[in-house]
């Protein structure tokens, strides 16, 4: 049974830095497409990052501010969050198993962690 837990989640303030950790279980990260998606209230789930093998891809809002990276012998992704806004407050989620050609989209992914709460006040 595929399990993802997501950890970090924090109350900040505007400009300062979190970082989200993903450990999975029964399920291996090394070779499988990740994601973090985010959710705030009231809008629809959107991507965040992905990666696979190493390689990343990141929603345009967050581009030079996150960092996505896997630690496959601890089986765990990670989300390094930098200059933090306000607008970046929402629920994260991790997922596993999503398409490669589309790695930002929440329909093509398998499997999802409950999520970690993370508010960035002003």
């Known amino acids: 049974q595929v399990h993802l837990v997501e950890s970090g989640g924090d109350s900040v303030q505007a400009g300062g830095s979190l970082r989200l950790s993903c450990a999975a279980s029964?399920?291996?990260?090394?070779?499988?497409?990740m994601a973090w998606f985010r959710q705030a209230p009231g809008k629809e789930r959107e991507g965040v990052a992905a990666?696979?093998?190493?390689?990343?891809t990141y929603a345009d809002s967050v581009k030079g501010r996150f960092t996505i990276s896997q630690d496959n012998a601890k089986n765990t992704v990670y989300l390094e969050m930098n200059s933090l806004k306000p607008e970046d407050t929402g629920m994260y989620y991790c997922?596993?198993?999503?398409?490669?050609?589309?790695?930002?989209?929440?329909?093509?992914?398998?499997?999802w962690g409950q999520g970690t709460q993370v508010t960035v006040s002003s």
């Open positions: 997922a596993a198993d999503g398409e490669r050609m589309w790695p930002l989209l929440v329909r093509f992914y398998t499997y």
């Open positions: 029964g399920y291996s990260i090394s070779r499988t497409l």
């Open positions: 990666i696979y093998a190493g390689d990343a």
